[in-house]
């Protein structure tokens, strides 16, 4: 097989698909839709186009297999977050290619997945592939809003998408060290709950030459700055803790008895310091709480008479929400009113002694013996909370090799992929397929 080839044919794909601005809101994914229905349409690989809202079109494609295992889904987004494109060193909507990476909205979260898993399904149709069990591509709509008019939509209105044994969604990734070794094959299995929560104190409106003390904003930043200083307990979940373990034999030696049991390793208090500095590993380890909006006054002469803020909390699986949402009241006084503007359910995760779960394991050793397959658990929410609530065995995993400071580009300014992740996870993708559905 001709990767380089392959590769020239994915990143032309990519960038075409990079081109078609599919922010959310509006979204408009069903451009992306119609993208990849011309390509299968050529390939003469049956696909369907779904549109449940005007413009909020996802496509379904079918590799058929005999029929003797159950279906393998292959989901991705269409949908992206907006931009600040002031702010780009690139357009960030023509998918500019420069010093071997793509850059561009999308080419992380999620649309390079997409393209790899398009490619996979082009691949195994080729070669003539006799499959066990059909192959499902499914690129969706709305994934950054919620997905009610994408997955949401689709598992309550497609019957056949129930049927799916496993799933393949964005998630996990190949971390790399800072040398640009794999350090980890993060696999996710589960992820946090959403409980999202909104703020809202009232006050004496007055002239801002005249203060008193019953100003909104002086009581909202009172109570936000007493629930910032929260520090949540830890709630380490046997995956986290697998985790932890995994990653183990990567650490310095005197490190290593504190990641083989963290429970352990978090009483020592320079090591939990240390370790809960960094986001990822804090969000495994406890339910977290951010501010993320603030909302108080229009005029800057002029006290308002009510001010509000909103803050994303993910919690752990298996956290009491009605205690959590007391707690949060207790710190943040009576003043402060506190309403659930979004929550999503507590779902178990993934079991992980399954054939597909071992394909990768097998795949990945192929690719980096070295390298440990770790589960973690998601800190954010993808649509694959829609697949397990139905069953469906899902891990979270883009086989791209990526530093944690080319995650951090995720939804940021200058989102930037290496073109050798294409090839490298379409060939990694191909594999696994392979071993759990011939």
């Known amino acids: 097989m001709d990767w380089d080839k392959l590769l020239n044919e994915a990143t032309h794909y990519l960038q075409e698909y990079i081109r078609i601005n599919t922010v959310n809101p509006p979204g408009n994914e069903i451009e992306g839709a119609t993208f990849f229905k011309k390509i299968f349409d050529a390939e003469a690989i049956p696909c369907q186009i779904l549109e449940p809202s005007p413009g909020r079109g996802s496509i379904l494609a079918t590799l058929k297999g005999n029929g003797s295992k159950r279906p393998l889904l292959l989901l991705s987004h269409i949908d992206v977050v907006p931009v600040e494109a002031e702010k780009w060193e690139v357009p960030p909507f023509e998918g500019v290619i420069k010093d071997g990476y793509m850059y561009g909205r999308g080419t992380l979260d999620c649309k390079s997945l997409g393209i790899i898993e398009m490619m996979a399904l082009l691949i195994l149709k080729r070669e003539n592939i006799s499959l066990k069990r059909d192959i499902v591509f499914f690129a969706t709509a709305d994934e950054e809003t919620g997905g009610r008019w994408g997955v949401g939509w689709a598992m309550e209105n497609i019957p056949s998408l129930k049927e799916a044994e496993y799933a393949f969604n964005e998630g996990g990734h190949i971390i790399l060290n800072e040398s640009g070794s794999p350090d980890s094959y993060a696999i996710s299995s589960g992820q946090k709950v959403i409980f999202q929560l909104k703020l809202k104190t009232k006050g004496t409106p007055g002239h801002g030459s005249m203060p008193h003390p019953d100003n909104p904003n002086v009581k909202l930043i009172r109570g936000l700055e007493a629930l910032t200083r929260w520090e949540t307990p830890y709630h380490i979940l046997p995956m986290v803790k697998e985790y932890f373990n995994k990653m183990a034999p990567k650490q310095p030696l005197y490190?290593?008895?504190?990641?083989?049991?963290?429970?352990?390793?978090?009483?020592?208090?320079?090591?939990?310091?240390?370790?809960?500095?960094?986001?990822?590993?804090?969000?495994?380890?406890?339910?977290?709480?951010?501010?993320?909006?603030?909302?108080?006054?229009?005029?800057?002469?002029?006290?308002?008479?009510?001010?509000?803020?909103?803050?994303d909390c993910r919690l752990v699986p298996g956290t009491n929400k009605e205690t959590f949402l007391n707690e949060v009241k207790k710190r943040v006084g009576d003043e402060i009113e506190v309403e659930i503007i979004a929550e999503s359910d507590s779902l178990p995760p993934s079991p992980l002694d399954t054939d597909l779960y071992q394909a990768?394991?097998?795949s990945a050793a192929g690719n980096d013996p070295e390298c440990p397959v770790a589960p973690f658990l998601l800190p954010g929410a993808t649509d694959s909370r829609?697949?397990?609530?139905?069953?469906?065995?899902?891990?979270?995993?883009?086989?791209?090799?990526?530093?944690?400071?080319?995650?951090?580009?995720?939804?940021?300014?200058n989102e930037r992929i290496d073109l050798e992740n294409i090839k490298f996870g379409t060939k990694m993708l191909v594999e696994i397929i392979k071993e759990v559905a011939t």
């Not at 697949?387 to 300014?413: N, S, W």
């Open 360 to 362: 990768i394991k097998k």
């Open 386 to 413: 829609f697949l397990r609530e139905k069953g469906i065995i899902t891990y979270d995993f883009c086989p791209f090799r990526l530093t944690e400071k080319e995650l951090m580009k995720v939804h940021a300014h």
């Open 255 to 311: 490190e290593r008895p504190l990641f083989e049991d963290i429970e352990k390793g978090l009483s020592d208090s320079t090591f939990s310091t240390w370790l809960t500095s960094n986001p990822i590993y804090n969000s495994m380890l406890r339910s977290t709480i951010s501010l993320t909006i603030l909302q108080g006054g229009t005029k800057v002469n002029v006290i308002p008479s009510e001010s509000s803020a909103s803050i």
